[in-house]
């Protein structure tokens, strides 16, 4: 029996697999010819399930069938079951070692095991060009390498599966292509890296040249959401919006459930410049930065109340801050537009009638504790408020991973008070992905 044959990783049209199959199967012994047929059938349709029993038969006769092994490692790994599939795919490799393809996977089992330094070692050990290229080779090797504090590492692997893009211009996965784009500029950013602006452009090319499917229509709304915790990074925010701009101007959201993503985008980059604006004080900040953005509902029941306090807030000295609104209408549109409603809403019913509303739902939400006088509330806001007032901004937090980064102070955890003085905690805030 040959020792190393193709392996069907990329799955072809049916009447090619076909034809693949039986030349496949032609150099196999008549006893398991028919069994590893359909097998390899059943993988196809994509009953793991099945394909993994029929091998699971052949290896009760014949434990030592390389193919069988091959194929239900593969079953295994499909169907997540990876304890099984590092198993079936250590036993391959005793029986033949030189077996590209199946240490490649176990590379990925150990992965998927979270067992980091020994998916390396198998990794290394393979050679992702030799056969067909294997589109999970790089990037799990890179995503190895993040978990085990090797950045720099990490980023040259995810960079060596778009260059077989690039090279190529047919991705085997474009989602697994799209998510080491995701990583590529993250590290670029985080690492202060030159080839950022490129590694965007390079990006925004595969955008225009990939059909843009639901699931990468997810991707990209996760990948901006995930790029907007770099604003730390200065350097990064220009590019950043320019790219937001061109997602927008090209529509590749604009039916998507995540198109929200553009404005909160927007918003996210506007909120580093206003904190660092002299002209917008520690008072108006937290007040522009309180909004109701989480998923659980404690969270939303947590920013809510945040978000009534600040409108309290706001009630009692508006018109003082008249020119300040018009500041931020004008430098930062698209936080002015999460306060219209509020302004509209105080403009007509008045200071006195907003803060009736706002005790009503702090009551309807139970939000304060049951039967607690509304003077005894009203006077807690409005100490908060006053504390909030004489509030000075805090320096910006700066992102950990720039490698000129040096901590000057305590490390800013996830509970603690956000820095930028908005009164929520860090990972509701800045700290928020």
């Not at 290229?133 to 040259?156: I, M, Q, V, W």
């Amino acid at each position: 029996m040959p020792t190393e044959k193709r392996h069907l990783t990329v799955k072809p049209e049916f009447n090619d697999f076909v034809q693949e199959v039986d030349e496949y199967c032609a150099q196999l012994p008549l006893v398991t010819r028919e069994s590893i047929r359909q097998a390899l059938y059943s993988e196809y349709e994509e009953d793991y399930g099945k394909a993994a029993e029929i091998c699971s038969g052949i290896l009760a006769k014949d434990p030592g069938n390389v193919d069988a092994l091959m194929i239900l490692g593969r079953a295994q790994l499909s169907e997540r079951k990876y304890e099984a599939a590092e198993q079936s795919f250590r036993e391959l490799l005793e029986k033949e070692p030189d077996k590209n393809f199946a240490r490649i996977s176990h590379g990925i089992c150990f992965h998927a095991l979270g067992r980091y330094q020994e998916a390396i070692r198998e990794l290394q050990k393979a050679d992702p060009e030799e056969e067909e290229h294997h589109p999970f080779y790089y990037s799990t090797l890179g995503d190895c390498y993040e978990n085990t504090g090797n950045r720099r590492k990490a980023r040259e692997a995810y960079r060596a599966e778009i260059a077989w893009w690039e090279r190529t211009g047919e991705p085997a996965s474009p989602e697994n292509v799209d998510g080491c784009f995701c990583n590529l500029i993250y590290l670029d950013a985080a690492l202060y890296l030159p080839e950022l602006p490129e590694d965007l452009d390079l990006y925004k090319r595969f955008l225009e040249k990939i059909e843009m499917t639901d699931a990468l229509k997810s991707h990209l709304t996760s990948n901006i959401a995930y790029w907007s915790t770099l604003l730390t990074v200065p350097v990064f925010r220009g590019l950043f919006v320019n790219f937001v701009k061109n997602v927008e101007e090209a529509g590749y959201l604009a039916d998507s459930p995540g198109y929200y993503i553009i404005e909160d985008a927007y918003r996210a980059e506007e909120s580093y410049r206003y904190h660092e604006d002299k002209e917008v004080d520690a008072f108006m900040e937290s007040f522009l930065s309180a909004e109701i953005s989480s998923q659980s509902e404690d969270s939303k029941r947590e920013d809510l109340a945040t978000r009534l306090g600040h409108e309290w807030y706001m009630s009692r000295c508006a018109d003082e801050y008249a020119e300040n609104f018009l500041y931020v209408a004008e430098h930062y549109p698209y936080t002015y537009k999460q306060t219209v409603t509020f302004l509209d809403q105080l403009q007509t019913f008045g200071p006195e009638k907003i803060r009736e509303r706002i005790l009503d739902r702090l009551e309807e939400e139970k939000l304060v504790k049951a039967g607690t006088d509304r003077q005894v509330i009203a006077a807690e806001l409005d100490q908060v408020c006053q504390n909030l007032r004489d509030a000075k901004k805090q320096p910006v937090y700066l992102a950990e991973g720039a490698v000129t980064y040096k901590r000057n102070a305590k490390k800013i955890m996830p509970n603690d008070p956000c820095p930028c003085g908005s009164g929520k905690k860090y990972k509701k805030c800045h700290g928020r992905k």
